[in-house]
Every structure is written in C-alpha cells, then in structure tokens.
Nanobody, 130 residues
Framework: QLQASGGGLVQAGDSLRLSCLAS????????IAWFRQAPGKAREFVGV????????????HYADSVKGRFTISRDSAKNTVYLEMNSLKPEDTAVYYC?????????????????????WGQGTLVTVSS
C-alpha cells in the first residue's frame, strides 16, 4: 500500500516536498516512481528511484521537464520516498501519484511508463500559481 501526501497551493518559484509512505513490503527492493496528471492531460512520468537490488542499483531517473529542479530520495528507516520540488512552475500543477513495483527488466525506459507499476497511491494535488 502506498500513501502520497504533501501537496498544496504554492506560488511559482516556491518549493514543495511530497512524501510516499510504503507499507507491507521490503522497501529497498522496490522501484518507486512519481507520476503526475494535469487536468485534461495524460498521466506522465516524473521520476523513479530504482530499488537497491537487482538491475536498479539504487539509481534515479527524471523526466527532462523536471531534471535539475526535482529530486527523489529515500528514507529506508521510514519506508518513505520523497519528491523534493524546487523552482516550481505553473505547468507543474497536477495530481502527483507514487507507484511501485518489485524487480523488472534491465531496460531503463521501461520504468518511465505507468504500466510498469503494480501499486499506486491515491494522489496528492499540487497547484502552482503564477
């Protein structure tokens, strides 16, 4: 089970940190990703924290639209993955979802697709005003 939290209303240029609490599984083995969905648009990949075992080796990957502004980190003691968002823009406004899966192929861009993930959190709304 995944639980996303931390969304809210901020102004352009502000920062916000989202949290994704994972329960009931071996946290370090799981790939945990963030996706977002803006009104009227398809769900899109934001970034992923790969599991520390298997092919993932603990790497992180980001969409080009957030690279350099967003950072994903893990706190294994808390079974939580964070999405630190800096220099927010109005176009970052969306519902943000965390998702997870264990294992998977050794193909990085496989993990950029929503279909790769078995478990999803409920989403948290981020609104960035201009």
């Amino acid at each position: 089970q995944l639980q996303a939290s931390g969304g809210g209303l901020v102004q352009a240029g502000d920062s916000l940190r989202l949290s994704c609490l994972a329960s009931g599984r071996t946290f370090s083995n799981y790939n945990i990703a963030w996706f977002r969905q803006a009104p009227g648009k398809a769900r899109e990949f934001v970034g992923v924290s790969r599991g520390s075992t298997g092919w993932g080796n603990g790497r992180t990957h980001y969409a080009d639209s957030v690279k350099g502004r967003f950072t994903i980190s893990r706190d294994s003691a808390k079974n939580t993955v964070y999405l630190e968002m800096n220099s927010l823009k109005p176009e970052d406004t969306a519902v943000y979802y965390c998702a997870s899966r264990s294992g998977g192929p050794n193909v990085d861009n496989y993990y950029y697709t929503s279909g790769a993930y078995n478990y999803w959190g409920q989403g948290t709304l981020v609104t960035v005003s201009s």
